[in-house]
T-cell receptor, first 112, second 117 residues
Framework: GENVEQHPSTLSVQEGDSAVIKCTYSDSASNYFPWYKQELGKRPQLIIDIRSNVGEKKDQRIAVTLNKTAKHFSLHITETQPEDSAVYFCAAKRQSWGKLQFGAGTQVVVTP | DVKVTQSSRYLVKRTGEKVFLECVQDMDHENMFWYRQDPGLGLRLIYFSYDVKMKEKGDIPEGYSVSREKKERFSLILESASTNQTSMYLC????????????????FGAGSRLTVL
């Protein structure tokens, strides 16, 4: 089955700096890679996703890059703000029927 | 907005008790899921269902069972609660494989924090 590893487990950044979270996956057939954000005390919510026919996707200050050959994908947050403080989860699955496999999560703390 | 509602936010049970966690979604989603969230372990899938009366084991099904008698409702059952089942339980739903746009996007409930003494 799919195995997703996520690094780092915690990340502290100064407000305005960039944050990068990296994930690797094991199943070469995986082709859907979402990222979820969970603020303290709240439910996880999708912030961005990418499919394997795309190498990069951007949405305002967040971007995701995918390297299918190396089987890794990354989340980039630019110009971080205090409201970016949260736990971020990466995940991977086959677009056809299959389970979404989550990484262990990254606690991001943005300090003013 | 899709709403996924979990009936209990906080529960305290004793070892050996039978525990029911209820989840209801109101947007006619095909798929429903139960996850367990523990610090450092991420979101681990317990069971999921892609249709009424259908269920599939996730990664950690031991000690749990599920029921989906109606499309909108997915229940997680702990037949005999144990202390190692103390955790946050998250229900989620998604549109389903028949749909191309947003088929895989999970909408989560607020979570049920279970403590087993």
């Amino acid at each position: 089955g799919e195995n997703v590893e996520q690094h780092p487990s915690t990340l502290s950044v100064q407000e305005g700096d960039s944050a990068v979270i990296k994930c690797t996956y094991s199943d070469s057939a995986s082709n859907y890679f979402p990222w979820y954000k969970q603020e303290l005390g709240k439910r996880p919510q999708l912030i961005i996703d990418i499919r394997s026919n795309v190498g990069e996707k951007k949405d305002q200050r967040i971007a995701v890059t995918l390297n299918k050959t190396a089987k890794h994908f990354s989340l980039h947050i630019t110009e971080t703000q205090p409201e970016d403080s949260a736990v971020y989860f990466c995940a991977a699955k086959r677009q056809s029927w299959g389970k979404l496999q989550f990484g262990a999560g990254t606690q991001v703390v943005v300090t003013p | 907005d899709v709403k996924v509602t979990q009936s209990s936010r906080y529960l305290v049970k004793r070892t050996g008790e039978k525990v029911f966690l209820e989840c209801v979604q109101d947007m006619d989603h095909e798929n429903m899921f139960w996850y367990r969230q523990d610090p450092g372990l991420g979101l681990r899938l317990i069971y999921f269902s892609y249709d009424v009366k259908m269920k599939e084991k996730g990664d950690i099904p031991e000690g749990y069972s599920v029921s989906r008698e109606k499309k909108e409702r997915f229940s997680l059952i702990l037949e005999s609660a144990s202390t190692n089942q103390t955790s946050m339980y998250l229900c989620a739903s998604s549109l389903g494989q028949r749909f191309s746009v947003g088929a895989n996007v999970l909408t989560f409930g607020a979570g049920s924090r279970l403590t087993v003494l």
